[in-house]
C-alpha cells in the first residue's frame, strides 16, 4: 500500500516532531537499555573487585577478612599470596577486556553492516550474559579458580559486547535523521550513565549473599533484555512501511523542504517486511568497506580525538571511587555512590550540547569550547577541598564537559560520519564508522589504564590529572 503523501513529503524545517512515531519511541527505548544492560555488567565487575580480591587472597593475610578454619576450605581459592597481587590482576583483566573490546568494535562495525543488526545485537546480549555467568557465578559454585580460564573468558566478554555500540547507534541512525539528531542523541546516549547507575544498583542489591549473586542478576536481565531485543526491536522504518531516511533527507536542511523521501510511490509494496541489511541489491549499493570508511572526511580526526576523550572518561569510570577512597579515607560504599555523580554530569552535558549543536547546526565548535571548559574543571577538580558536596558539585560539572562531548562524538557525530554525502544515503556505512570511532577510542581507553596507575605510583594523583588535562 502507497504511503500517504503526509507521510512521504516531510519539510525540513518541521524536523523532529513531525517524523517521530510511536515505532521512532520504541526502538529509543530498545536500543537505550540493551546498551544500558551491556554498561551495567561492565560496572557489575568493577563494583565487586574488593569481594573477589578477598575470595581469592587466603583469609589470615586478608586484613578484611576473619580467618578460617580448616585450612583446606579457605585455600581452595588461594589464586595469589596478596590481595595486591589479586588487585593487580583484576586490572589487567580491565586492559585485557578493553583491548579486546577495541579490536572486536572494528570488525563488529563491518558485520553489523552486513547481516541483520538485531539478530547481531540480540546475539551479542544473550552470549555476553551467559560469559559474564560462567565468569562470577559458576566459577563460584563450582569453586573452580583458575587465572587463564579468567582471563579468556574476558577475552571472549570483550569480544562479544563489541557488537553492541555499533549496532544501537546504526538503528538509531536508521531511524532519526539529522534534524534533531543532536539533542535526540545527547539525550539518548546517557544509556551509558544509566547503565554504570544501574550495574551499582543491581550489584548493591545482593552482594551481601555473596559477589557470585551479583553477576547473576546482572547476566540474568541482561540475558532477558537480549530476549526482548530479538522479538521487539525494528532496525529500519522500511519493516513497518514507513520512509526510510536517506541522504535526501540529511540534506534537506539546504535543500528543497518538499523534495520526497521516496523516488516511488509504491516503493514500499515489497519492501515493508525486510530490513535495511535486507533490501533489494538494484535499491542499496553493498555495505562500505573498512578502509573506505577510514577515508570518509572527519574519521580519522574524530577518533583520534575520541581515544584522548575516552581514555579519560574510562579512567574515571574504573579509578574515581579508589581515589576517592585513597585520597580523601572516605567508605568504598561512600565513595561508589559519590562517583555517581559524574555520570550525572555527562547525561546532562550531552543532551545540553547536542541541542546547542543543533541550534548552531554545527558540532565541532561546541565541542572545542566544552573541552577548553574541561581543562579548568579538571584543574578544579584537582584541588578539591575534602568535602563531599563540594567535591560532588566539581565533579558533576567535570562530567558535564568530559562526559558530553564524549558522548556526542560516540553517537551523534558517529552517525553524521556514517551518513554523509559520500555514502549517499547508504546506512551501511553507520556501523562501520561507529566501531571505527569507539575502536580507536577504546585503545585508547585500554592504554591510559596502564599509564594512570604508572603515573599515579611514580608520581602522584596530580600528575594523573595533568595528564587528563594533556588529553
Known sequence: MALPGSLRRQPANRGLVSHCTHHHIVVFLLTFFSYSLLHASRKTFSNVKVSIS?????????????????????????????????????????????????????????????????????????????????????????????????????????????????????????????????????????????????????????????????????????????????????????????????????????????????????????????????????????????????????VVLYSLAYACLKLVNYSFFFWLPFYLSNNFGWKEAEADQLSIWYDVGGIIGGTVQGLISDVLQKRAPVLAISLLFAVGSLFGYSRSPNSKPVNAVIMAITGFFIGGPSNMISSAISADLGRQDLVKGSSEALATVTGIVDGTGSIGAAVGQYLVSLIQDNLGWMWVFYFFILM
Not at 73 to 100: M, Q, V
Not at 116 to 131: D, E, I, K, P, Q
Not at 187 to 195: K, R
Open 54 to 298: 578477598s575470595q581469592w587472597t587466603p583469609s589470615c593475610l586478608n586484613g578484611t577478612a576473619p580467618e578460617l578454619r580448616p585450612y583446606e576450605l579457605w585455600n581452595s581459592s588461594h589464586l595469589f599470596p596478596k590481595a595486591e597481587e589479586a588487585t593487580l590482576f583484576l586490572g589487567t583483566l580491565d586492559t585485557i577486556f578493553l583491548f579486546s573490546y577495541a579490536m572486536g568494535l572494528f570488525v563488529s562495525g563491518i558485520v553489523g553492516d552486513r547481516l541483520n543488526l538485531r539478530w547481531v545485537l540480540s546475539f551479542g546480549m544473550c552470549s555476553s550474559a551467559l560469559v559474564v555467568f560462567f565468569f562470577g557465578t559458576l566459577t563460584e559454585w563450582l569453586h573452580f579458580y583458575n587465572k587463564w580460564f579468567y582471563c579468556c573468558l574476558w577475552v571472549v566478554n570483550g569480544l562479544l559486547q563489541s557488537t553492541g555500540w555499533p549496532c544501537v547507534v546504526a538503528v538509531m541512525g536508521n531511524w532519526f535523521g539529522k534534524a534533531g539528531r543532536g539533542f535526540v542523541f545527547g539525550l539518548w546516549s546517557a544509556c551509558a550513565s544509566v547503565g554504570n547507575i544501574l550495574g551499582a544498583f543491581l550489584a548493591s542489591c545482593v552482594l551481601k549473599y555473596g559477589y557470585e549473586y551479583a553477576f547473576l542478576v546482572t547476566a540474568s536481565v541482561q540475558f532477558a533484555g537480549g530476549v526482548i531485543v530479538f522479538f521487539g526491536l525494528l532496525t529500519s522504518p522500511k519493516e513497518v512501511g514507513l520512509p526510510e531516511l536517506g541522504a535526501d533527507e540529511d540534506s534537506s536542511v539546504e535543500e528543497d523542504a518538499n523534495r520526497p523521501l521516496m523516488d516511488d510511490d509504491d516503493a514500499d509494496d515489497d519492501d515493508r517486511n525486510y530490513s535495511v541489511q535486507e533490501t533489494d541489491a538494484d535499491y542499496q549499493p553493498k555495505a562500505i568497506g573498512f578502509f573506505q570508511a577510514c577515508c570518509l572526511p572527519g
